[in-house]
């Protein structure tokens, strides 16, 4: 099964920045969320959805949260989100 591959940026010790991994960073829409450490565990932010935080046990749980399906991608670079 194919996955869609995310850039993961560091923006301070314990949080990252999440996007669609080679997106045009010019386009705003490929930027997907973030992603905090608090508390022995991870805090996701989806971007669209203020407030709405995600609690995952593991970063790569918290990354799941955010990566989309293969077949969506192409929307959400052109600014259709679900």
């Known amino acids: 099964m194919e996955t869609v591959e995310l850039d993961v940026i560091p923006i301070d ?3 990252w920045r999440v996007s669609i991994h080679g997106a045009d ?3 705003p829409f ?13 805090e996701v932010c989806i971007i669209g959805h203020p407030g709405d ?7 790569e749980a918290a990354l799941d949260v955010l990566r989309p399906q ?3 991608v ?3 670079l052109e600014g259709v989100r679900h």
């Open 13 to 15: 010790d314990h949080g």
């Open 25 to 27: 960073r010019a386009n």
């Open 30 to 42: 490929g930027l997907l969320g973030f992603v905090s450490q608090v508390d022995g565990g991870f």
């Open 53 to 59: 935080a995600i609690a995952a046990p593991t970063l």
């Open 70 to 72: 293969p077949d969506e």
């Open 74 to 76: 192409e929307a959400i």
